[in-house]
Structures are given as C-alpha cells and as structure tokens.
C-alpha cells in the first residue's frame, strides 16, 4: 500500500505563490507518474498536473500552465506543485495521486491507483 501525505496550502493573496508537498511512503514503485488535481466546492474534481517519475516528463491542464510547476525528488520521494500568480479560481482542495502506469490519460482521476488527504489553499482577491 501506497500513502500519500500533502503539505503546504494555506492562504494567500491573488498575484502570490506556495509550494505543495506530496510525500510517498509505504510500497512504493519505481515508475508511474504522480498527479495532482483540485477540487472547488460545488465542482467536479480535475486535472492540475503530472509528472513522470522515471524521466521527470511533466504535463499540465491548460488553466494552470505557465504558472504551476511540477517537480520531484526521487530520493526523498517527494513531489512538489510550485503555483506561482495564484489567482482566487485557484481555491480548491488539492490532492495528489499516484499511479503505477506510464502511459494513457494521466490527466484522468480514473486512472490513478492512490490518493493523499488533500491540502486546502484559499487564494483571496
């Protein structure tokens, strides 16, 4: 079994940054890809980004992209969701999740295997 514990939400102004920790324990893979998605109140929850642990490929949902950065640490089995220019639509509970597989709809909720609490951040105007 795989846990996912995240760390870093809070509240910010618009125009701000934080940076999200996700940290791996218990089996973990070697491969897969670790996601992250948000969930609004009210609001289905999707898609923030992924990244691939083996080649560090990252992919991004396109109301984030330019501004969001995903990273990893793969001796500390850790990744990060750095969001910079924050703005109040990015409220939402974020999630990560992991996935043992490389390929196909990494921008699925369906597809992932694990899935962290969730850390809120409030961005106000």
């Known amino acids: 079994q795989v846990q996912l514990v995240e760390s870093g939400g809070g509240l910010v102004q618009a125009g701000g940054s934080l940076r999200l920790s996700c940290a791996a324990s218990?089996?973990?893979?070697?491969?897969?890809?670790m996601g992250w998605f948000r969930q609004a109140p009210g609001k289905e929850r999707e898609f923030v980004g992924a990244?691939?642990?083996?080649?560090?490929?990252?992919y991004y949902a396109g109301t984030v992209k330019g501004r969001f950065t995903i990273s990893r640490d793969n001796a500390k089995i850790t990744v990060y969701l750095q969001m910079n220019s924050l703005k109040p639509e990015d409220t939402a509970v974020y999630y990560c999740?992991?996935?043992?597989?490389?390929?196909?709809?990494?921008?699925?909720?369906?597809?992932?295997?694990?899935w962290g609490q969730g850390t809120q951040v409030t961005v106000s105007s």
């Open positions: 990244i691939s642990w083996s080649s560090g490929f990252t």
């Open positions: 218990g089996r973990t893979f070697s491969g897969g890809v």
């Open positions: 999740a992991a996935r043992k597989s490389d390929y196909g709809g990494i921008d699925s909720r369906y597809t992932y295997d694990y």
